[in-house]
């Protein structure tokens, strides 16, 4: 990890989060039984004190309250960044009511026109970086492999070591270059961030030019350098990277400012792109595009719609139809070493699958197997993942030197262990060629004489999707030697681990369903006598068990193994395995995302609330100091807030003469009142300027979020002394329907609300009137465990 970017100022969501020292002080109150000291509103908008010895007839708007200090901060790939709420919620302000008043059937076409055309543009992206990404590792990692096998074949096995750990190592020191000094966010997967960003929580390079750039590159790099990691965790990421970039709703800088494009400056829209970018990149990793769209629908998504559902499967089609096309342009043998194939990867549908009762209880072993396999991986993970942020810490140089030596131990793991291997003569009556000359095949030479081969070599010098087809390959069963499965099982298990946290782009699918594949394959090679499944179809069943013993997830899965695979007679035994390696599994941990978004600390809504929470009302974890605005407030006094908070959230509350008693008008939001600010629309006398002036100055787009977060700043601003005593109406700019809970909702329900609305902000109003309006805002960070047991460490032993 970089070093911390926090500053002494927390970043915060609301105006009821933590405010600097310095104000943090003066709001502080005393014991009950010396007196309170109240924070009252003067006309202004700010605050004065006044010793309240009348507590009976009204409550100061500040209660004591401790301040919220959940962090601020979480890894994003390898990096420590500031985080935020995204902004889900539509604010119903007079511009926004104004906008749809004013506008056509004719833009309102455009804007369902535009959303399809963005939705065809992610697939099409995608998909060709998808054939790109393969199309460079098969070359490169082909043309290493190719270069190895040569010097073996003329016995100089110290040249060809030293050749194939040379490019190995030059591979992963470019990809860990990438990843240390340009985008220290696209190290990773990067499933637990899209995971996290479609829940909501954003940083600004999560989905950044410059991560989607080493992600593509990166990924090539780490995927031919050897290394027991994926594309298909990093495609996904691209994908979402892909559609964020489309989303952004044109850009000032490379004057791309079509009209049509400023619909899309909003998170709303853009989470809904990012859901199709994810679902395209499974898509196109796998060749699955149902699966892609169940995968967005069951892991990554954490809204969803049946509206929502047709444009990922469009776009999922469109990924398909994009690689077929490429593929079809590749048989002509015009792609280098690119192998042949099509949408299926690795095709077992010629195997006879007839099953028995001792097939079914073999299965329901490897569905154990996988669950207790997949649990410890999740737990090691863990472990290892936190040690190397600890490396990380200490800057790139350390990260680049973690990734070298990890590319060192795998050349030599992959071209030693083959030598423990014993040659095996060549099968007789075989239609392929034994031993394979070439970069990929079943039966690699390696050391072993003409007519033989190693069946362990034929596993580890060859790219990752090249041995997983070895290991499903049907009709092959005497082909690998129990000691063989056995040796590779360990050591993939145990590279998987150890590679993962690297500073590379790395899925962890892969590592998977290789480990998965070959105890699979061993488990059928032991059971042979009892049961008449092909060893292949083991292969399959193991990884299936392994996929749903580490990340938990059963109907993608399932889906995206019978498209990979061509298999549909398999499915109910994949079904089977999954409901129970996923059920065993489930006893002992979290699945491997969950576990990840947890460490990196992104503050993740789960879709139920925590049982403890049941016992807590909303007031209960309102953090403090609260500041509001009038309906008509002084300049200086909100550009005095915005230096000293980072709140993203201010209630506004209507004051006598512009309500008979102060009672709650709405929420404003930071952006917005930067904008207002900037138009310097103000007056001299505290009056009602009412919308049509601010309809005069700005329009609804004025207010939209800015893509990439390059919206207006408070250092933009230019206001002078004269200016700071004047005053600016608004209401315009009110969110006038905020979502509100009384203050004695249960935190359960409230968590609930939050998280199915995809909410940033909740205000919490009191039960009992004669009180201030508002009592205190809820935030994402307000529900975080850390926060909550934080102020209730009695129920920490009911987590």
Not at 20 to 29: C, M
Not at 36 to 47: A, P
Not at 549 to 554: E, K, L
Not at 704 to 727: C, H, P, Q, R
Request: charged share 20%; net charge neutral.
């Amino acid at each position: 990890m970089e070093g911390r970017e926090g500053k002494d100022i927390e970043k915060s969501e609301g105006g009821s989060m933590a405010l600097p020292v310095a104000v943090a002080v003066a709001v502080a109150g005393e014991e009950e039984g010396e007196g309170r000291r109240v924070m009252e509103r003067n006309g202004s908008g700010f605050f004065y004190e006044e010793e309240d010895k009348e507590m009976g007839m009204r409550e100061p708007l500040l209660r004591r309250r401790t301040m919220n200090t959940t962090s601020q901060l979480a890894i994003v790939g390898a990096k420590v960044c500031p985080i935020e709420s995204l902004d889900y919620e539509i604010v119903e302000n007079d511009l926004y009511k104004q906008d749809w008043r004013s506008r056509k059937k004719v833009q309102i076409f455009q804007y369902i026109v535009l959303k399809w055309t963005l939705a065809l543009l992610i697939g099409l992206g995608t998909g060709l970086v998808a054939f790109f990404n393969n199309l460079a590792v098969e070359n490169i990692a082909g043309f290493k492999l190719l270069l190895t096998n040569n010097l073996m074949l003329k016995d100089r096995y110290h040249e060809a070591f030293l050749t194939y750990a040379g490019c190995n190592l030059v591979l992963a020191a470019a990809a860990a270059a990438l990843c240390a000094y340009v985008a220290p966010a696209a190290a990773g997967s990067g499933i637990p961030e899209v995971k996290a960003y479609l829940n909501g929580v954003d940083a600004h390079s999560i989905l950044a030019l410059s991560t989607l750039f080493v992600k593509i590159f990166g990924s090539i790099g780490g995927v031919a350098a050897g290394f027991v990691v994926g594309k298909e965790g990093p495609m996904v990421h691209t994908g979402a990277c892909i559609a964020n970039l489309l989303g952004q709703g044109g850009s000032r800088k490379y004057h791309l400012t079509w009209t049509w494009l400023r619909y899309f400056k909003n998170d709303r829209d853009r989470r809904d792109l990012i859901t199709c970018g994810a679902a395209a990149g499974v898509a196109a990793a796998f060749r699955a595009p149902v699966g892609g769209v169940l995968f967005a629908l069951e892991e990554a998504a954490s809204w969803w719609r049946s509206a929502l559902l047709w444009r990922t499967f469009f776009t999922t089609a469109v990924v398909a139809v994009t690689l077929r096309a490429f593929i079809e342009y590749c048989r002509s043998g015009k792609c280098g070493l690119f192998g042949e194939g099509g949408l299926i990867m690795f095709d077992l549908s010629s195997t006879v699958t007839s099953y028995s009762t001792p097939d079914l209880l073999a299965v329901i072993v490897l569905g154990v197997i996988g669950g207790i396999f997949g649990s410890l991986y999740n737990f090691l993970v863990d472990k290892v993942l936190r040690i190397y942020s600890i490396i990380n810490e200490k800057g790139a140089p350390f990260k680049i030197l973690l990734t070298v030596t990890i590319s060192l131990l795998t050349s030599c793991c992959s071209y030693g262990l083959p030598w423990l291997a014993k040659c095996t003569p060549c099968p007789l009556n075989l239609q392929d060629q034994c031993p394979t000359i070439g970069r990929s095949g079943n039966f690699k030479n390696f050391q072993c004489p003409p007519g033989h081969y190693n069946d362990l070599a034929s596993l580890f010098l060859n790219t990752n999707d090249d041995a997983i087809r070895n290991l499903f390959s049907s009709g092959t069963d005497n082909e690998f030697y129990i000691s063989t499965l056995f040796v590779f099982f360990a050591a993939i298990y145990f590279l998987g681990i150890v590679t993962y946290g690297i500073a590379v782009p790395s899925g962890l699918f892969i590592p998977v369903i290789l480990a998965g594949a070959s105890y699979g394959r061993l488990v059928g090679t032991l059971l042979g006598p009892i049961c008449d499944l092909d060893k292949g179809l083991f292969a399959l069943l193991g990884a299936a068990s392994f996929l749903g013993g580490t990340m938990r997830m059963t109907v993608s899965v399932c889906v995206i193994l019978l498209e990979l695979t061509n298999d549909l007679l398999m499915l109910p035994l994949v079904m089977l395995v999954l409901l129970i390696s996923k059920t065993v599994a489930d006893s002992f941990n979290k699945g491997v995302y969950d576990q990840i978004v947890t460490m990196k600390g992104l503050p993740y809504m789960e879709a139920h609330a925590e049982p403890y929470m049941r016992n807590l009302v909303a007031s209960d974890v309102v953090s403090g100091p609260l500041i509001t605005f009038s309906a008509v407030e002084k300049v200086g006094n909100i550009v005095h807030a915005l230096r000293l908070t980072g709140h993203n959230g201010f209630p506004v509350v209507d004051e006598p003469p512009f309500a008979d008693a102060p009672e709650l008008c709405g929420l404003v939001l930071r952006s917005h009142l930067l904008v207002l600010l900037k138009g310097k629309r103000f007056t001299q006398d505290r009056v009602l300027t009412g919308p049509a002036e601010v309809f005069r100055r700005f329009g609804a787009f004025d207010f939209a979020k800015a893509g990439s977060g390059k919206g207006v700043k408070l250092e933009d601003l230019d206001i002078n002394e004269e200016e700071m005593e004047m005053y600016v109406d608004i209401h315009p700019i009110t969110n006038r329907s905020p979502y509100t809970v009384v203050e004695t909702m249960s935190l359960a329900k409230a968590a609930v609300l939050f998280r199915e609305l995809g909410l940033r902000h909740l205000c919490v109003v009191p039960k009992t009137p004669g009180r201030p309006p508002i009592v205190g805002i809820l935030t994402r960070h307000d529900f975080m465990p850390e926060h909550v047991l934080g102020l209730f460490p009695q129920f920490k032993h009911h987590k």
